[in-house]
């Protein structure tokens, strides 16, 4: 079994590109330090890029049914009386601040996110939230979780997990920080199934929604948001692969019309 205790969360690097100062984010921990990858890096400069549009273009290009489609997932978690969530990959923390809103006061939730522009954005909508003093939020990658073992009841992940570069690593590193009896929650895009539904959704994705998000943000990000859904595994494949980790009583469950799906596991 390994422990991990976090020495220092963040060392923050600056790296000049493009005539902006990115800051690339290592986690430290006891006798080691994670370094993400050249994708990732390029991963993570995208997502500190968009950090001051993205809720506004999440609701803009979804028509806010993004918001009930993390109800739906939050509704999955399992916790005990003072129990602790961890939600990955939390971004400016609506998935956090949905599960304050559905848990006792007694549950405490942690975020993480390799994002430091993601999690500055996301402590200030904390703070000005009625949970502020439940939520946490540090900059860590989901590759390497700065926690212990067996340290949360459920795990929640949203629109993250195909971002993840090392994706069965960071489904090891899950297993490894939950509970045993505990829960993964995992929403994430799709492609449907029904033909017609499908190509109107690819035209959408593919067409439209990059040229919105380029007036407003950056066109790369969004070009780059359905080319990353396309890649993502089908529903069985991606059971199969958490499965591979460790993970029982896999299910999933799609949302409108299978545009996105809800992930389940448990330890």
């Known amino acids: 079994m390994r422990a991990t205790f976090v020495l220092k969360i963040l060392s923050p690097k600056c790296r000049i590109q493009n005539h902006r100062t990115y800051i690339i984010y290592v986690v430290k921990k006891v006798g080691k330090m994670f370094k993400l990858t050249?994708?990732?890096?390029k991963i993570q400069e995208m997502f500190d890029t968009i950090a001051p549009r993205y809720d506004f273009l999440n609701r803009v290009l979804s028509f806010g049914i993004?918001?009930?489609?993390?109800?739906?997932?939050?509704?999955k978690i399992k916790y005990a009386p003072n129990g602790r969530i961890l939600d990955?990959?939390?971004g400016t923390g609506d998935v956090a601040l949905e599960i304050a809103a559905q848990t006792p006061s007694s549950v405490s939730i942690t975020g993480i996110d390799f994002s430091g522009e993601m999690v500055e954005l996301g402590k200030q909508k904390v703070a000005a939230?009625?949970?502020?003093?439940?939520?946490?939020?540090?900059?860590?990658?989901?590759?390497?979780i700065p926690f212990a073992d067996d340290?949360?009841?459920?795990?929640?992940?949203?629109?993250?997990?195909?971002?993840?570069?090392?994706?069965?690593?960071?489904?090891?590193e899950m297993y490894r920080v939950l509970k045993p009896g505990g829960r993964v929650v995992i929403l994430e895009f799709s492609t449907p199934r029904f033909a017609l539904f499908k190509h109107l959704y690819h035209f959408y994705?593919?067409?439209?929604?990059?040229?919105?998000?380029?007036?407003?943000?950056?066109?790369?990000?969004?070009?780059y948001?359905?080319?990353?859904v396309i890649e993502f595994p089908s529903q069985d494949q991606f059971k199969t692969i958490m499965a591979g980790v460790g993970f029982k009583n896999t299910q999933h469950h799609d949302l409108t019309l299978g545009i996105a799906t809800v992930y389940t596991g448990e330890k």
């Not at 050249?38 to 890096?41: L, W």
């Not at 993004?66 to 509704?75: E, G, I, Q």
């Not at 939230?129 to 390497?144: F, K, L, Q, T």
């Not at 009841?153 to 090891?172: E, H, M, P, Y």
Request: glycine share 8%; net charge positive; proline share 4%.
């Open 38 to 41: 050249e994708k990732g890096e």
């Open 88 to 90: 990955v990959a939390t």
């Open 205 to 223: 994705f593919l067409k439209v929604l990059p040229v919105i998000g380029g007036l407003f943000s950056k066109f790369s990000a969004y070009k």
């Open 129 to 144: 939230s009625s949970y502020a003093g439940r939520i946490n939020m540090h900059v860590a990658p989901c590759e390497d």
């Open 151 to 172: 340290s949360f009841d459920s795990i929640t992940i949203a629109f993250g997990i195909r971002n993840v570069v090392d994706r069965s690593q960071g489904l090891k």
């Open 225 to 228: 948001l359905p080319d990353s």
């Open 66 to 75: 993004d918001r009930s489609w993390r109800r739906f997932a939050v509704k």
